[in-house]
């Protein structure tokens, strides 16, 4: 279980700089503009925010389900960017991000067209694939995960 949870990936210096980088990027962004207006706008979203239509999201309250959405964009995100658990972070972020895009936005357009200001999935999209970078590459060399899960040689895929 620690090796699925704390697998860094790669612990190539060059590799590791790259994907640093891209964990504090995507985290602040998600941290900074999602998930902390959320938490300070709790009172007056609690109350109508989205609930899945799936089984069994359906059953949440829309108090619960903003409570799941705070958790993947603020905790998730703070998992990211110090590297701890990496992988299963970006995973529930990811899960978060998908929800966006295909139920919350369903019916809007793939692709933001001016001059109208209509929603569509491409934001949520565009915060999808560097998370699915992190879940396929690991938090890297420089993370906790790295840290905890000392490995002396990486295995061959």
């Avoid at 903003?66 to 960017?81: F, N, Q, R, T």
């Avoid at 999808?128 to 879940?135: C, D, M, Q, S, Y």
Wanted: aromatic share 12%; with cysteine; hydrophobic share 55%.
């Amino acid at each position: 279980m620690k090796k699925l949870f704390f697998d860094c990936g790669t612990r190539d210096t060059v590799a590791s700089i790259g994907i640093l980088a891209l964990r504090v990027m995507i985290g602040l962004m998600m941290l900074i503009g999602h998930g902390i207006p959320k938490i300070q706008q709790f009172e007056a979203r609690k109350d109508f925010f989205f609930v899945p239509d799936f089984f069994p999201l359906k059953f949440m309250s829309p108090a619960v389900s903003l409570m799941a959405c705070i958790g993947a964009e603020v905790i998730g995100s703070v998992l990211i960017i110090i590297g701890l658990a990496t992988r299963p972070a970006a995973f529930l972020l990811g899960f978060s991000l998908v929800i966006a895009a295909f139920s919350f936005l369903g019916a809007t357009p793939w692709f933001f067209s001016p001059p109208t200001l209509v929603e569509s999935k491409e934001l949520p999209l565009l915060y999808l694939i560097p998370v699915i970078t992190i879940i396929l590459t690991g938090a890297g060399g420089y993370s906790l995960d790295a840290a905890i899960h000392k490995d002396g040689k990486r295995r061959r895929w």
